[in-house]
């Protein structure tokens, strides 16, 4: 797609960043499982780099059921805005695993944005922090909020000032959760502008470097 070839990573590139992504929401599930005291399972199996455009045609072609989003903004060598997605009735799911198996629907619905951004901001808080960690840089996150709607509405289309410009681009990720034995599908996207993904790959560049000469010593 002539929209997702804007920025294109290298098969290495690519390896790294996944390998950045797992360990950054391994730590994250390590802290959640601590929150809940239970096991909690995280794997990214797949990175892309997207359009808004196609982000939002991405996951509406896998979910017509509406969203909910936990999102934060960062900055730092890199800046943008990272959403956690789910589909609502996932996103309920957590909820239970979270504050309790005993809650009545009403229950759930009253907890939900309060379970919902302490959960979001400990996964997207805690794998932005060990990424940037792991490329010698540091980040600063803002505080988390929730939206809902479809792709177009998520992926900023009418998103205030605070979201990336229009050119903006998302890096794309499954995750597979399992979560008291509850399998939760889910999303994780950073919004970030041309120059923002540039730093990114470059110090991704390094950190393969680093790597190598790891290796080669």
């Known amino acids: 797609m002539s929209d997702e070839a804007t920025i294109g990573l290298t098969e290495l590139q690519q390896d790294a960043f996944t390998e950045l992504v797992n360990i950054g929401v391994s730590r994250?599930?390590?802290s959640l499982r601590q929150m809940i005291g239970t096991q909690v399972l995280l794997s990214v199996p797949s990175v892309e780099i997207v359009s808004r455009q196609a982000a939002a045609r991405l996951i509406g072609e896998r979910e017509a059921a509406p969203l909910v989003v936990v999102h934060q903004d960062f900055e730092g060598a890199f800046a943008g805005r990272a959403l956690l997605i789910f589909p609502q009735e996932n996103g309920r799911e957590l909820v239970r695993a979270v504050a309790g198996e005993d809650l009545s629907p009403e229950e759930v619905a009253a907890l939900e944005d309060e379970a919902l951004a302490e959960t979001g901001n400990i996964i997207?808080?805690?794998c932005l922090a060990t990424m940037a960690n792991m490329l010698q840089r540091t980040l600063t996150m803002s505080l988390p909020g929730i939206v809902r709607g479809d792709g177009p509405r998520i992926f900023g289309m009418d998103a205030g000032e605070a979201a990336p410009g229009a050119d903006a681009l998302v890096l794309f990720l499954y995750i597979d959760f399992s979560v008291s034995e509850r399998d939760i599908r889910g999303y994780?996207?950073?919004l970030m502008d041309l120059p923002s993904l540039e730093n990114?790959?470059?110090?991704?560049?390094e950190f393969i470097a680093r790597a190598l000469g790891d290796l080669d010593a």
Do not use: Q, T
């Open 28 to 30: 994250a599930a390590a």
């Open 124 to 126: 997207l808080n805690g």
């Open 188 to 190: 994780l996207a950073m």
């Open 200 to 205: 990114l790959r470059m110090l991704v560049d």
